[in-house]
C-alpha cells in the first residue's frame, strides 16, 4: 500500500539568512554518519579524491563534474598519524536528481538500465511509499530534490572539504540525516559494516571529544563483512589495534581558501 511521505517542515527557501561563506565549512564535532552534506568545489591545490572501494574501480579519481553535489557519510577515521583533534577522513557516497528524473521514470526503468540498478532513491516529500520499490527515509531534514544514493563508489574525502548542506543561518551538518535503518541497509548494499549511529541526544560533541573517538584509519577490508546482512551493518567498527597507513589514499587537504569560496558563494 501506498503512503505520501509528509512535507518537510524545514524547506529550502526560508526566511532565515545565508550563512557567510567562512561559516559554510562543516564542524568536525557535528559529523555522524548518514548526514548529507555538501561536497565544495575543487581548489586547484587540493588533492585527488579516490574510490577506495574493495575490488573496485581501480585508479578511479573523481572529476571536475563531481564536485558540488551532495554526498552521505558513511564511515568517518581519524587522518592516520595525525593527533590533531577534528582532522577527520570520510567515506562517502554521492547523490544525484539524474538531472531531476520523475520517480516514476525510475520505476518503471530501474531494472533495465544500469544507471538506475547501481543506485537507491530517497523518499522525497511528494513521493508516495511503494511497498514494491525500495526507498531511504530521512530521520528529520529534508532534500531539495528527489535525489539516488549512488552505490559505485567509496570516496574517501577530507572534512575540510565538505559544506553544510543547508547554507542558512541556524544549520548544521547532521540536520538532514537518514534514518537508522535506512543508513544500515545502505551500508549492507555497499558490503561494509556501519559506524554508530548514534540518537539525537549524542549528536553534539566536541571536536576533542569526536577526535579521541574516532577510529584511527584502518583497512579498508577490515570495513567489509564476508556475509553482507541487516546484523553485520548494525555492528561497531572499532578495530582500533589494526592501522593501515593510507597516506596515498588520504593525504592532507588544506583548508578551505576563503577568496576561492567566495567567488563560487556569489554565484551560486
Known amino acids: 500500500m501506498a503512503t505520501a511521505f509528509p512535507l518537510p517542515t524545514d524547506k529550502w527557501v526560508s526566511d532565515r539568512p545565508m550563512l557567510p561563506v567562512e561559516k559554510l565549512p562543516v564542524l568536525p564535532e557535528e559529523i555522524r554518519v548518514g548526514s548529507v ?27 571536475k563534474e563531481g564536485y ?22 570520510l567515506g562517502v557516497s554521492d547523490l544525484t536528481t539524474f538531472r531531476e528524473t520523475p520517480f516514476e521514470n525510475y520505476n518503471n526503468h530501474k531494472d533495465r538500465l544500469v544507471k538506475f540498478k547501481e543506485c537507491i532513491p530517497i523518499l522525497h516529500h511528494n513521493d508516495l511509499a511503494d511497498d514494491n520499490t525500495e526507498q531511504l527515509s530521512l530521520a528529520f531534514g529534508w532534500l531539495r530534490s528527489k535525489s539516488w544514493v549512488r552505490l559505485q563508489h567509496l570516496l574517501l574525502v577530507h572534512v575540510s572539504n565538505l559544506w553544510k548542506y543547508d547554507w542558512h543561518d541556524g544549520s548544521h551538518a547532521y540536520d538532514q540525516r537518514l534514518n537508522k535503518e535506512s543508513y544500515e541497509r545502505l551500508m549492507c548494499k555497499f558490503g561494509m559494516e556501519g559506524d554508530e549511529y548514534g540518537c539525537a541526544e549524542t549528536l553534539v560533541v566536541t571536536a576533542r571529544r569526536r577526535s579521541s573517538d574516532a577510529s584511527p584509519e584502518v583497512e579498508m577490508e577490515d570495513s567489509y563483512t564476508k556475509t553482507p546482512s541487516l546484523a553485520n551493518a548494525n555492528r561497531n567498527h572499532d578495530d582500533a589495534d589494526q592501522r593501515l597507513d593510507l597516506e596515498s589514499l588520504a593525504t592532507k587537504y588544506l583548508t578551505t581558501q576563503t577568496t576561492a569560496a567566495n567567488d563560487f558563494y556569489a554565484t551560486a
Open 68 to 89: 558540488r553535489h551532495p554526498l552521505v557519510i558513511l564511515k568517518f577515521w581519524q587522518r592516520s598519524g595525525s593527533a590533531e583533534p577534528g582532522d577527520l577522513m
Open 37 to 63: 552534506v555538501w561536497l565544495r568545489q575543487r581548489f586547484y591545490k587540493d588533492e585527488d579524491i579516490t574510490c577506495v572501494r574493495r575490488g573496485h574501480c581501480r585508479n578511479f579519481k573523481l572529476e
